[in-house]
Nanobody, 126 residues
Framework: VQLQAFGGGLVQAGGSLRLSCAAS????????IGWFRQAPGKEHEGISC????????YYADSVKGRFTISSDNAKNTVYLQMNSLKPEDTAVYYC????????????????????WGKGTLVTVSS
């Protein structure tokens, strides 16, 4: 099983980035794929999730209206389009996968996440 996030980098405030999460080794259509981030000195924050079998999407209030999650099931890839980036979006971004509902994936009380990918660093300069 492999989850690999990539596409991070340095961007100025107000700019955009698109992250990708490539998945392999499990039945992609059965899983919820989410994005977490961890800023320096802070806890992990679940920010977005998509249900691969029906396309339902979920967002944390901190990114709602600025970030858009989408998936290409043929490529087993999930994308996170990040617009209007702010310095407080600076963090390492991780993609995760689990067979539970997205509402569970994004619940910080849930500690049973099945798969975590390696992160990609996003730095937003002011």
């Amino acid at each position: 099983v492999q989850l690999q996030a990539f596409g991070g980098g340095l961007v100025q405030a107000g700019g955009s980035l698109r992250l990708s999460c490539a998945a392999s080794g499990f039945t992609f259509d059965d899983y919820a794929i989410g994005w977490f981030r961890q800023a320096p000195g802070k806890e992990h924050e679940g920010i977005s999730c998509i249900s691969s079998n029906n396309g339902s999407t979920y967002y944390a209030d901190s990114v709602k209206g600025r970030f858009t999650i989408s998936s290409d099931n043929a490529k087993n890839t999930v994308y996170l389009q990040m617009n209007s980036l702010k310095p407080e979006d600076t963090a390492v971004y991780y993609c995760v996968a689990d067979i539970v509902f997205c509402t569970v994936v994004l619940d910080t009380r849930y500690h049973g996440m099945e798969y975590w990918g390696k992160g990609t660093l996003v730095t937003v300069s002011s």
